[in-house]
Structure formats: C-alpha cells, structure tokens
C-alpha cells in the first residue's frame, strides 16, 4: 500500500508495513524528477503489480532479485490480461502498464550489471531482450486520438482580451483588483506559456531584469521553479510537473509592465509569499483560475462562443488553450527567424519546459504549419499579440 511519512516522503509497504524493496530502489534513483502528484501516481501502479503478483501466489521482490524471468514474464502477462479484459477500459490503463512494465525492465537491467551475475549476464540479456519483444509495444487497449493542438481563433482572442483587460465594459468581474489578477494570470499565460499549476506557484519576486551589457537595453526574464514552503493553505497543492519544468525564460517588457502593475497597485500585502492571491489574501489555487477562465469564456458573445465552438469543439476557453495558443505563436515565430527545425525543437523545450525526448514539440510545428496555410495569424496582429513577438530569441 501507498503510505506518507511525516517527513512528507511517500512509501510503498506490504501488508505489515514492511516497504518494498524494490520500489524503494526505483523511488531513490527515479522519484526526484517528478512532481509530487506523478510520483504517488506511478507508486500506485508500482503497488498494483505487487498485489497482482501476491494474489498468484507469488513475491515480486524476491522475483526481481533472483532475476527470475519466468516468474516475472508470467506476472507481466497475467496482469496485462486483467487490464485488458475489463468491460469499460479506462485512459489509465496505458499509464499503468507502461509504468509497471519499465519498473520491471529497468529493476532486471540494474541487477543485470551486477558483477555478482557472472556468466549469467548473456543470458540473462536474451530474455530480457525476449520480453521486450512480448510486451514493450502491448496496449492494453487502443488509446483515444487527441483532439488537434490549435491555436485560439484569431476573432475569439481579440474578445476575449477585450474582456479581460481592466476597465473593458466587457469584463465580467466585479472588482478593479480582480479584473487586475486575472489579467496578469492570462497574461502570464498566453504570453509566457505558463501551466496552470505552475502560475498559481510564483513567488511574488519571479520577475528579474538586467541591463544587456553589449546593447545597453534593459532585459525581462522570469523562473519557474517548485516552492517548498510549508504555509500553503490550498487543500490541492500545485506542483511543478517535471524536473524539465524548472527553467528561466525571457519576457517582454509590456508583459512585465502589467506584473508590476498589479504587484505593485492591485496585489496588497499578504502573509503568503504566491503572486497570485485572491480577495481574501490567500494564493489562487488551480481550481480558482480554471474557474476565472470560464467567467471569461461566459463574457463572449453567442456568435463567439459558436465560432470557438466549430473550430475547437467547447464553447469555453481553457488555462491551457492560452498554453497552446503561445506554442503556436512561438513555434511560428521561431522557424521565420530562420533557425534550423532542430534549433527550433530546442528552444521549444526550454521555453515551455518539456523534456529533451519530449514529442510535444512536433504537435505544434504541424499546428503552425495549419496556422500558416489558413492565414490565421499575420502581420497585421494588434499591439497586445505583439508581445510574443518582443520577447527576445
């Protein structure tokens, strides 16, 4: 069972509270990369080929340990079946068996360079190399295709930062100081990139400057990075999703204008140390943003709404279809300045913090590439679309 120490550190024990192992070995050379929310994620499905195994009769880790390929190929099998014969599979299901069959395969391939093995290791290599060939390429069921990667309709972007500028007679909020954070939010969104998660865990110092020796010109920058302090009254915490995601990017000098504007005029004085913090000053969680997003998307007018709807499919804006709409642009942005699509890949990764084996990249160059032939976006954008052109390359 999946378990929290005091220390906050989470456990895989048997059923006498005995841990695991070889989860515990996994947990040591794999756990600090991810997010706290990812790590119990894959622990659980770590836990779930344990139970599997226990309930044949059998010990993982005393399996894993005598590299015990027969034992360890029948347990794989056995739980690949139970994942697949059920009458409603669930997205979840890929998740788990990818993360459970790694877990084995990368256990066996430590233990494989032990010098202990001896003359075993060749051996031990060609089963290894037969279980890939079996099981490494199964699903347990056909993963649904996800929707198209689009940038938001250029009429629809115009309107909705219509509404989300303070002082517009189209702004649904109340207050001055809400109609302010919630426009750095979207700023810091569909500018910066920002994930949700990662926007509700900003310090309120995450913005730096500097003035560029060679050129003389003052330079904007701003870091993601996780936040260990203990005080956070969310009852679901944020998370940096990746070690990946821990990265500085540059800004433009109008995003970082209207950052100090509310910091400075709108932000007041909270004992919390977040950027984003609410009218009771305590620090916006995930939930309240996405729910900010919808007040917004309620503010568009039905043709709008309609027009998102034949080109997106819903007829409301999410935190992450800002996300989107920034990669389209700077994957745009970046293969007209002439640079090399492998460049361009790399400085993808870095600005929106995705690993350096991550795909994701490739899901906007096809979504810039349809932006271009349908002449979406051009040169004619208005001066707030312009932003993402003055962040320096």
């Known amino acids: 069972m999946l378990i929290t120490l005091p220390s906050r550190t989470d456990l895989l024990v048997d059923h006498v509270g005995l841990p695991r192992f070889w989860a515990a070995v996994w947990w040591i ?3 600090g990369d991810l997010a706290p929310s990812t790590l119990r994620r894959k622990l659980r499905h770590i836990e779930s080929i344990y139970v599997h195994t226990e309930s044949l009769g059998g010990n993982l880790d005393d399996a894993l340990s005598a590299l015990d390929l027969d034992a360890l190929g029948s347990a794989l099998e056995s739980f690949f079946v139970t994942l697949r014969n059920v009458a409603e599979p669930v997205n979840s299901s890929v998740a788990r068996w990818n993360t459970v069959f790694h877990f084995v395969k990368n256990t066996c391939e430590r233990l494989e ?6 003359n075993k290791m060749a051996d031990i290599r060609q089963r290894m190399a037969r279980l890939d060939n079996l099981y490494l390429g199964l699903r347990p069921f056909k993963k649904r295709n996800h929707a ?9 972007l115009e309107e909705f930062l219509d509404a989300a500028t303070p002082g517009s007679a189209t702004n649904p909020f109340e207050y001055e100081q809400t109609q302010w954070r919630i426009y750095a939010a ?3 969104m569909l500018f910066q990139g920002l994930r949700v998660g990662e926007l509700a865990l900003l310090p309120a110092d995450f913005t730096k400057t500097e003035i560029d020796a060679r050129t003389g010109i003052r330079r904007w920058f701003m870091s993601v990075k996780t936040d260990d302090s203990e005080d956070d009254p969310r009852y679901s915490r944020p998370s940096i ?4 995601s821990i990265r500085t990017i540059p800004m433009a000098s109008q995003t970082a204008n209207v950052l100090q504007t509310y910091s400075a005029n709108y932000r007041g004085k909270p004992n919390y140390t977040q950027f984003l913090v609410s009218m009771r000053k305590k620090p916006m969680s995930p939930e309240g943003l996405r729910h900010a997003m919808h007040v917004l998307s309620a503010a568009l007018t039905p043709n709008t709404r309609e ?8 007829r409301n804006l999410t935190p992450h279809a800002l996300r989107h709409t920034c990669a389209v642009l700077r994957m745009k942005q970046w293969t007209e300045a002439g640079n090399s699509p492998a460049k361009t890949m790399m400085l993808m990764r870095s600005f929106f913090g995705w690993s350096r084996e991550s795909m994701m990249p490739l899901l906007y160059a096809k979504a810039a590439l349809d932006e271009n032939l349908n002449e979406s976006w051009n040169a004619q954008l208005d001066d707030r679309l312009n932003v993402l052109r003055n962040i320096p390359l």
């Open 307 to 314: 027009q998102l709807f034949n080109q997106t499919g819903t």
């Open 241 to 244: 999703k990746t070690a990946a």
């Open 186 to 188: 979207v700023v810091l």
């Open 29 to 31: 050379f794999h756990g």
């Open 113 to 118: 360079r032990n010098p202990a093995v001896g």
């Open 148 to 156: 198209q990667v689009r940038a938001i309709p250029r009429g629809v």
